[in-house]
């Protein structure tokens, strides 16, 4: 990797993280950047988390037989990774979010839920961007730009579990 990529990539997290901090002070109710869990939540959620873990463990695990097989995967190793992450964290997001554990007592749901969508959305213009302008693929090798498509597609699940669950809660209340 060189300097310039390096640079970019350090300047990015750092933005991403003054991001996530004025978000999270902007999604609580309260004003604080700390989500409130009931004792309940806390353990669904820690069940989550040990999928999460499994997942991502299997995950590492498959790719260490291919690597042993000397699998030569046309996928640059970021995409990889980062596929591990998306996968993982579909398996965490869906677990809490369908046992009611995923909003704190302290969200602002609406708020969450349209950055969630606003920034999958985002990230899924830029990946087909890419693809339209044939950058995604280059020499047979899906390149790091298709990483904007994965996070998109992760936070566009997450989203699409979330519109699934809040339609499920509002039939439980209807009595259907």
């Known amino acids: 990797m060189n300097t310039e990529k390096v640079i970019g990539f350090i ?15 902007r999604s609580n109710t309260d004003g604080s950047t700390h989500t409130e869990y009931d ?19 299997t995950y590492l695990f498959l790719l260490m ?20 992450i998306v996968i993982s964290g ?5 677990y ?27 990230n899924l213009i830029f990946g087909f961007a890419e693809m339209f302008r044939h950058q995604m693929i280059v020499g047979g090798i899906l390149q790091d730009n298709f990483i904007n498509f994965e996070a998109g597609i992760l936070l566009a699940g997450i989203g ?3 519109l699934i669950r809040s339609r499920q809660n509002r039939r439980e209340e209807d009595g259907e």
């Open 11 to 25: 300047c990015g997290v750092g933005v991403a993280l003054l991001l996530v901090w004025a978000v999270l002070k």
């Open 39 to 57: 004792e309940r939540q806390k353990v669904i959620r820690g069940i989550g988390f040990k999928y999460g873990f499994y997942t991502l463990i």
């Open 65 to 84: 037989l291919a690597e042993i097989a000397e699998l030569k995967l046309p996928v640059s190793t970021s995409v990889i990774y980062f596929t591990g």
């Open 90 to 94: 579909l398996v965490l997001s869906g």
């Open 96 to 122: 809490t979010i369908m046992h009611d554990a995923y909003w704190g007592l302290n969200n602002n749901i609406q708020f969450y839920t349209r950055f969630l969508m606003s920034i999958g959305v985002l």
């Open 160 to 162: 699409v579990m979330l």
